[in-house]
C-alpha cells in the first residue's frame, strides 16, 4: 500500500462513515449511563475474588468445624465464619444495587437522591467491614493453627517475635484497609459527579 | 436550541471523527467502544467551557485525542495487549472485502505509530493543515512539518517491508 492509498483509502472510509445511520439521544444518554455502570464493574470484579477467598476460607473452617473442641474455639470459628460469610454477600449486593440503578429512566434528581442512600449503606458496610477484619483476623488465628497445626493456640507458649509479627501484620492491615476505604469512595464520588453531570443534561 | 440539543446534534454530526479517532488509538472492538463513550463524554464535560474562541473542530480534535492519549497511556502501564479482531466498520452496500483488506492494512501501519505520531497522521489524513494541525496539537507549525515528514518516510520504510 503506498501512502496515496492510505490516503484514498482514508477518505473512503470517511465517506462510508458519513453515511452511516446517526447516533440517537437515547444513545448518547446510553453511553453516559453505560460509564456510570462500568465505574462498579471493577470494584465488583474485585470484591468478587475477595468473596471468593473468603467463601473458600469458610468451607475450610466448616469442613473442620468437629475439630474445634472447646467453647472457646467454637466462640472463635463461629464469629469467623458469620463475618467470612455475611459481609462478601452483603456488600456484592449492595454494590449491585448501586450498579443497577436506572438513571436512565427515572429523573435524574430522584437518581442521585436514591444513589446517595445507597452509597451510604455501601460506604458503611465497608467501614462495619474494616473494623471486622480486625477482630476477624485475631479469632481466625486460633481456628487456623487448632484446624491446620492441631494446636490450641491459647496453651502455646509464644515468644516476642510471634507478638511482633502480629502487630506488623495488625499495622499492616490498617493501611491496606485505609487504601481500599480510599478506593471506595473515590469510585463512588465519581460516580457521583456522572449523575450530577447527568442532571445538567 | 438548548445546550442538550445543541450537543446531541453536535455528536451526531461529527461522529465520524470520534469513530476514527477511538478506532486509531485502539486495537479492538471493546476497546473501541469504551474509548468512544469515554470521548462522547469527556466533550460532554467540557461543552459548557466551549467558548467559541476556536473552532469547534478545533475543540473536538483536542479533548478527543487527549482522551485517547490518556487512554492509551493508562492501558500501556496496565500492560495490557490485545490483538486485532476485525476492522470495525459496519456494512453498508459499498462495503466490500477488498476494501476491509485495505482498512486493515491501513489501520496496521498507524497502530505501529507511537501515540502523538498516530494523531498527527490522523490530523493530517482528515485535511488539516499544518498550522491547523499546530493549534490543535500545540506543537509549532515548523515542528509539524518536521514531525509529519518523519512520519511519512515511517510509513513508507514499514510499507514497503
Known sequence: ?201 | MDKENHFVKIIQENQGLIFKISSIYTQCKSDQEDLYQDIVYQLWKSFGTFRKESKLSTWMYRVALNTALTKEKRRKRSGLKIPIEKVILKQSEAYNTEFEERLKILYHHIHHLNSLDKGLILLLLEGNKYDEIAEISGLTPSNVGTRISRIKNKLKSNISK
Not at chain 1, 61 to 68: E, K
Open chain 1, 1 to 201: 500500500m503506498e501512502l496515496e492509498e492510505i490516503q484514498y483509502t482514508w477518505g473512503q472510509m470517511s465517506l462510508e462513515l458519513e453515511k452511516q445511520k446517526r447516533l440517537s439521544k437515547k444513545i448518547i444518554l446510553e453511553m453516559m449511563h453505560q460509564k456510570y455502570k462500568n465505574k462498579f464493574s471493577r470494584l465488583l470484579k474485585f470484591e468478587l475474588m475477595g468473596a471468593l477467598i473468603c467463601f473458600v476460607f469458610s468451607g475450610l473452617i466448616l469442613y473442620n468445624f468437629s475439630r474445634l473442641d472447646t467453647w472457646y474455639l467454637w466462640v472463635c470459628g463461629i464469629f469467623t465464619l458469620l463475618i467470612l460469610l455475611v459481609m462478601p454477600i452483603i456488600t456484592l449486593m449492595a454494590i449491585q444495587q448501586i450498579k443497577s440503578l436506572d438513571i436512565l429512566n427515572i429523573s435524574n434528581k430522584d437518581a442521585l437522591i436514591k444513589y446517595t442512600k445507597t452509597k451510604s449503606y455501601l460506604l458503611a458496610i465497608q467501614q462495619f467491614g474494616a473494623y471486622a477484619s480486625f477482630p476477624v483476623f485475631l479469632t481466625s488465628m486460633p481456628v487456623m493453627s487448632k484446624i491446620l497445626k492441631n494446636k490450641d493456640f491459647f496453651s502455646v507458649s509464644k515468644d516476642i517475635w510471634f507478638y511482633v509479627m502480629i502487630v506488623l501484620f495488625g499495622v499492616g492491615l490498617y493501611f491496606f484497609i485505609k487504601w481500599g476505604i480510599g478506593c471506595y469512595k473515590r469510585i463512588t464520588n465519581s460516580a457521583e459527579e456522572i449523575l450530577k453531570e447527568l442532571d445538567e443534561y
